[in-house]
Structure formats: C-alpha cells, structure tokens
C-alpha cells in the first residue's frame, strides 16, 4: 500500500469514526462538551506518556478518556450545586486542564513530535507514517486499525442502544417512565465521545477533531426528516468532506487535516444555502397564494 492510499484510509476512517458519536451530540445540542473533553484530554495524554515512557501507548488513550469524562462529571455536579451553570463549569474546568496539559508538554516532551501544534490541529500524515506489515502484504497505517477498532466499538454502541438513544434524545421524561437508564445512557455516549476524541487525537488535534465530530452531523439535522436521513447525509458528508479535502491537500501539499475541516464547513455552507432559498422560495409562494386566497374572497 502507498503511502498516499495510507493516509486516504486514515482520513476516511478517522472521519467516519468520529462523525456517529457527533449524530447525538448534536441532536442533544450538547455540541460544546466536544470542545471541552477534546481540550482536557491533554493532560491525561502527556501523564500516560509520562508514566509509561511511551507516546504510542495504549494506556494513554484510557488515561485520556478518563480525564476526559472528568470534564464531564465535574461540570454536571457544578451544575447540581447550583452555584455554576454547567457551560459556566466546562468553562472553569477544561482552560485549566489544557493549561496544565501544555505546562507538562513543554517541560517534558519540548521538542519532540508531541508538540503543542500538533496537538492543537493533529498531523493525519505523520499519524499514517509507520505501516502494519507481514511478510507478503502491507496492512496500511498502523493508527488506521486503531482507529478501526474505536468505529467497531463505536457501531457497537449506538447499534445496541439505538432505540432507546434516539427516545432519550427527544423525549428524555417518557423514556425513564418506560424504564430506560437514561443516565447511564448519557455517561456511555459521554465515554463513547471521549474514546473517540482521545484516539482521534493524533490525526486531528484538539481543534480540529470538533469539526469532525460535529459539521457532518449539523449538515444532516440541517437537510434531514428521519433519523435514518440524518445518519446516511452525516456518513456521506464525512466520507465526502475527507476525501475531497485529502485530493485537495495532497495537489496543494498543505496539511490534510486542516482541509478536510475546511471542506466540511464549506460543505455546511452549500447545504445552509440551499436550506434557506427553499424556505424563502417556500414563504414566497405561500404568501402569494394567501393572497390569492384573500382577493378571491373578496371577489366574492
């Protein structure tokens, strides 16, 4: 496998691995809790490469993902309290766990790989640089089976519970009457978000995996009726936006990650566009034909 065909891979698992969570996140206007947990993750990171010696451990995703559902937790039982409102606590909790994330970037690790840049907007070509290979075939990148096993674990998740997601999402009351653990529902999509953010993180950084997460989802709210229309436009729009943004970066040789996120906005805009001159169209000929209505009636 080439290296190019390596890094398309990359960009198109990592895309769709991440825009599934983003569907409910969305459709629970929780969009801004990514932004937190992509940003507290850091710490966590930087501690488990502390601890194990390791950039490349497994252990650092688990650390990540805890700190990350810290973020979480934390905000919900300022919320409780009464005192803070919980965007208020997202915003007391994850500056300060960046920060001390970066302290520990630039003490520990100056210089290397895992710097504060890549951090901020990942590097999806250096994360598709080392190769799973056997003696006969080259397996592609070895991030891009990582990133395989979190889409599995992800699938996993919102196929089993996909019911009983959708009734808490919009009708949070009826489903903890009928017996569903909404709560523990919540906490799992919130682990979910932080496995995916934490794996994505070296393809898109802390910035850049929000936009993978949440613009594929905001365009199928935006064009879809049915939940099923919502999941086809956010996988298509993933798909689309990481392989027209990968051929875009790889003429120009710019960073691939930073247009992938690009062309997904870009994608939002059309679609934003298109939304608003059918709803004006839509208006136009409904007030036309009011109006019809009321000059006939008075004809009569």
């Known amino acids: ?37 992509s940003h507290a993750v ?21 650390g990540a993902a805890l700190t990350g559902l810290l973020v979480v937790l934390g905000a919900e039982y300022l919320d409780r309290s009464g005192l803070v409102t919980e965007d208020g606590a997202q915003g007391l909790l994850f500056p300060a766990l960046f920060s001390l994330g970066v302290i520990l970037l630039s003490v520990y690790y ?28 080259d397996l592609g990148p070895q991030y891009m089976w990582v990133m395989i ?9 919102l196929a089993l519970f996909w019911r009983e997601l959708v009734m808490s ?49 905001a365009i199928g709210v935006l064009v879809s009726k049915t939940m099923w229309q919502m999941v086809a436009v956010t996988v298509g729009s993933s798909l689309f936006a990481a392989y027209l943004g990968f051929e875009i970066a790889y003429q120009l040789k710019i960073s691939t990650s930073p247009m992938m ?6 994608v939002f805009l059309v679609a934003f566009s298109g939304m608003f001159i059918v709803r004006w169209v839509a208006q136009r000929r409904a007030k036309k034909e009011s109006m019809a209505e009321v000059v006939s009636e008075s004809a009569l």
């Open 1 to 37: 496998m080439s290296i190019r065909d390596g890094v398309l891979l990359l960009a198109l698992v990592t895309a769709l691995c991440c825009a599934l969570p983003g569907i409910f996140i969305v459709l629970r206007k929780q969009s801004m809790i990514t932004d937190a947990i």
């Open 42 to 62: 850091l710490p966590g990171i930087v501690l488990g490469a502390i601890i194990t010696g390791k950039v490349n451990s497994p252990l650092l995703i688990v």
């Open 110 to 137: 100056k210089g290397s790989h895992l710097s504060q840049r890549s951090v901020l907007t990942g590097d999806l070509n250096f994360a598709a640089f080392i190769h799973w290979e056997t003696e006969n075939y």
């Open 149 to 157: 096993v979190v889409l599995l674990i992800n699938i996993a998740y």
């Open 169 to 217: 999402t919009f009708d949070r009351e009826h489903a903890q009457t009928i017996g569903i653990k909404t709560g523990i529902l919540h906490y799992g999509l919130m682990a979910l978000v932080a496995l995916t953010i934490v794996a994505a993180f070296k393809a898109a950084g802390s910035v850049l995996v929000i936009a993978f997460l949440i613009v594929p989802a």
């Open 261 to 266: 996120s690009l062309v997904e906005g870009a």
